[in-house]
């Protein structure tokens, strides 16, 4: 009967499958804008750092400048332009008091025949500093021209800096507000159980049966109990939980047998470490062991004899070296 | 048999059961794997021993745990396992 329906039920399921499906592209539409916005924004974002640094520099430099009192930059070409350059810029003032003078004189000329003769005198003058301002302004261009390769070069270079920096300052406030957003514990937690299932996964694959696992070498280290305190935990944590339903009864006796057989371990291990073991760990880093060939005599060193757990006689190849302890170091 | 204990064999065929503690991997050795496992051994009231090798998979159903030789692995290894240590601090 669920195919029997009325019309107006179809109809009416009609109109709001069209209404699913309009709204449907509107979220795509949206959301595909919303990431191009991002990425301009991102892009903007990136480019103010890059110009805030180039900003910084450049008025570290003008300050500098203006500290130092720089009056010169350039070589020996410069010397002379600015030289030329200082001397016009001295008749122009010369000449601007000339022209105050004529322009007094005429004032208070006494007749029409005076006042013409100063005039063109204050005409000549005008001619020679609009000559000048040429003259000057032209030097001001070729000076402009000649100071730019160097400009250009620091200008290069300070882009450059400003880029570089700019990337680097983008970054880091993203790093920033990425520890302190509310996903970041949740990625730190991902990252931790990826690890913990991929070692699972490893460890299942060798509990396994049939499963041989032969020991060829091993390079030894020193780590705090406290860290393979938790390294256990982590590896044995998932299976716990997996197991704990079917094997509830079973799980405490088997922990119980954990610790036990870990306290069998004998305390008085290191007095019975030898010299030369106790001298290597007295180095400060860990370095690789020596791969010892298979030979009949496993157990290296009469300490490994007496150190070995009861119930587990043997030793390994023994390591040419040992080193501090990872992790947390003992006081 | 323990959740995390396995049996290896010795170099002169003997069965030593050995805790697994750890197996990880390394930056910039990722296709190999490596193993950490203790026998219980104390090095003195705070620390205690454990064992690494490369964990090498020779044919379906069968392992070798190997040794390091190469310095530099080795010490990309120590890095790997101070990070490691790390984070299990961190949580």
Known sequence: ?331 | MEDNKITITTPDNKQLEVEVLDIFNVEGYEGKDYIMYSLGEEVDEENEKVYISILKETSPGSFELQGITDDKEWDAVEKALEEELSELDGE
């Open chain 1, 1 to 331: 009967m669920a195919n029997d329906i009325n019309n107006s039920e179809a109809q009416y399921r009609y109109l709001l499958e069209n209404s699913l499906n309009k709204v449907t592209e509107e979220i795509a539409l949206l959301e595909l804008q919303k990431d191009t916005f991002l990425g301009i924004i991102k892009q903007n974002e990136k480019r103010i750092e890059k110009l805030r640094v180039e900003q910084t520099r450049l008025k570290q430099e003008l300050e500098n400048r203006n500290s130092k009192e720089i009056t010169k930059t350039g070589g020996k070409a410069e010397e002379v332009m600015d030289t030329v350059h200082t001397m016009l810029s001295e008749k122009q003032k010369v000449s601007s008091q000339k022209i105050n003078a004529y322009q007094q004189l005429m004032a208070s000329a006494s007749s029409s025949r005076r006042y013409r003769k100063i005039s063109r005198k204050m005409y000549r003058e005008k001619r020679k500093q609009l000559r000048r301002a040429k003259i000057i302004r032209i030097l001001d261009k070729l000076q402009r021209a000649t100071i730019m390769p160097k400009y250009l070069l620091d200008k290069i270079r300070l882009k450059r800096y400003a880029s570089a920096q700019g990337n680097y300052n983008f970054a880091s406030q993203k790093l920033a507000e990425l520890g302190q957003s509310p996903n970041a514990s949740a990625r730190k937690k991902e990252k931790y159980e990826q690890k913990k299932q991929k070692a699972q996964e490893k460890l299942r694959k060798l509990k396994e049966k049939g499963v041989t696992a032969k020991v060829i070498g091993a390079n030894v280290a020193a780590i705090n109990k406290e860290d393979t305190k938790k390294l256990r935990q982590r590896i044995t944590d998932q299976k716990t939980s997996e197991a704990e339903k079917e094997e509830k009864k079973e799980t405490p006796v088997q922990q119980e047998q954990t610790s036990e057989e870990i306290k069998q371990t004998p305390a008085a291990e290191p007095s019975n470490i030898t010299a030369n073991e106790e001298a290597k760990q007295e180095q400060d880093t860990l370095v690789p062991a020596e791969v010892m060939p298979p030979r009949d005599d496993f157990i290296t060193a009469e300490s490994l004899v007496e150190e070995s757990i009861k119930a587990m006689p043997l030793g390994l190849p023994a390591p040419e070296m040992e080193g501090p302890a990872l992790g947390k170091k003992a006081a």
